[in-house]
């Protein structure tokens, strides 16, 4: 579990899996949600905007994760953005999607 800055503990869970290192190809819970990778999106909020979000381990993970010169990517608003296995691909109400890495995602977002 994290702690929160303002004290707030159950504010914000870690992943818990039978991996010292967080999710890894199996399923998850996050604030007791189950996760399965390869499973569609999930919407989550952040300070009352909602996301759809699915986390990428691999190639056929997310149809806008494509491979480019130099790596997986995903095209955004400003351009394209590496992703990396075990990072959420968020996609917001208008279409435009983005990557982020497990951590600052599991720090901003709560499932909806």
Do not use: C
């Amino acid at each position: 579990m994290f702690s929160h800055p303002r004290g707030r503990s159950d504010y914000l869970h870690d992943i818990s899996t039978n991996s010292p290192h967080g999710v890894e190809g199996e399923g998850a819970r996050f604030r007791g949600i189950e996760f399965t990778p390869g499973i569609s999106g999930m919407r989550f909020l952040k300070r009352g905007s909602a996301v759809e979000a699915e986390r990428w381990f691999g190639p056929g993970g997310h149809p806008r994760v494509v491979l480019r010169t130099g790596g997986w990517a995903v095209a955004t608003p400003e351009g394209w953005r590496e992703v990396k296995s075990g990072d959420w691909i968020l996609t917001d109400d208008t279409g435009n999607s983005w990557p982020m890495s497990d951590a600052q995602f599991k720090s901003l977002y709560v499932p909806a």
